[in-house]
T-cell receptor, first 115, second 114 residues
Framework: DTGVSQDPRHKITKRGQNVTFRCDPI?????LYWYRQTLGQGPEFLTY????????KSRLLSDRFSAERPKGSFSTLEIQRTEQGDSAMYLC?????????????FGPGTRLLVL | AQSVTQLGSHVSVSEGALVLLRCNYS??????LFWYVQYPNQGLQLLLK??????LVKGINGFEAEFKKSETSFHLTKPSAHMSDAAEYFC????????????FGKGTKLSVKP
């Protein structure tokens, strides 16, 4: 069990550019979540996969955001035409099971800075 | 709307003193409740969770939390603070439904003075 990993850990980009982040969940975990954390706030839910199916998207996830989880393994989060307001820490979490009480294990996050 | 409220964005204690971090949830139906800790530039690590099995929940690093339905609270305590406890602490709730996502409080930054 190597834990949840995320790549890259840091990303600096210019406004208007596209960025893509990757999350590798704990092996065999069927659920995968993306959260966004801004300075001084708790993480906010973005989207959720059960296996390869994207089951829920927050209203925070504008049309510029897209997430995939092909084959129910790793996931990618893409932000198109980045804006300065997208600057945040993007956290990925995974869990095993179908019970909402299951523990979500978090990765180290990808810190995005949009100039 | 379902929410989690953490009273006090910053708490400062002396080493060896009691740590008390407050958390209240908003629903009349008790959700699943979690406390996570976040060290600088790191992800979140689970301290403990409440899933209705017991009202007093023991976690890692000497932390525990008590679920009180009458007060809709899930406060986190540690009898004796250690310098290594300095971090940000987040209370989170899963209110159920189809998505299973966590709703987080805004966090409480704990400082420990020598």
């Amino acid at each position: 069990d190597t834990g949840v990993s995320q790549d890259p850990r840091h990303k600096i980009t210019k406004r208007g550019q596209n960025v893509t982040f990757r999350c590798d969940p704990i092996s065999e975990h069927n659920r995968l979540y993306w959260y966004r954390q801004t300075l001084g706030q708790g993480p906010e839910f973005l989207t959720y996969f059960q296996n390869e199916a994207q089951l829920e998207k927050s209203r925070l996830l504008s049309d510029r955001f897209s997430a995939e989880r092909p084959k129910g393994s790793f996931s990618t989060l893409e932000i198109q035409r980045t804006e300065q307001g997208d600057s945040a820490m993007y956290l990925c979490a995974s869990s095993l099971g179908f019970n909402n009480g299951e523990t979500q294990y978090f990765g180290p996050g990808t810190r995005l800075l949009v100039l | 709307a379902q929410s989690v409220t953490q009273l006090g964005s910053h708490v400062s204690v002396s080493e060896g003193a009691l740590v008390l971090l407050r958390c209240n949830y908003s629903s009349s139906v008790p959700p699943y409740l979690f406390w996570y800790v976040q060290y600088p530039n790191q992800g979140l690590q689970l301290l403990l969770k409440y899933t209705s099995a017991a009202t007093l929940v023991k976690g890692i690093n000497g932390f525990e939390a008590e679920f009180k339905k009458s007060e809709t609270s899930f406060h986190l305590t540690k009898p004796s603070a250690h310098m290594s406890d300095a971090a940000e602490y987040f209370c989170a709730a899963n209110y159920g439904g189809s998505q299973g996502n966590l709703i987080f409080g805004k966090g409480t930054k704990l400082s420990v003075k020598p």
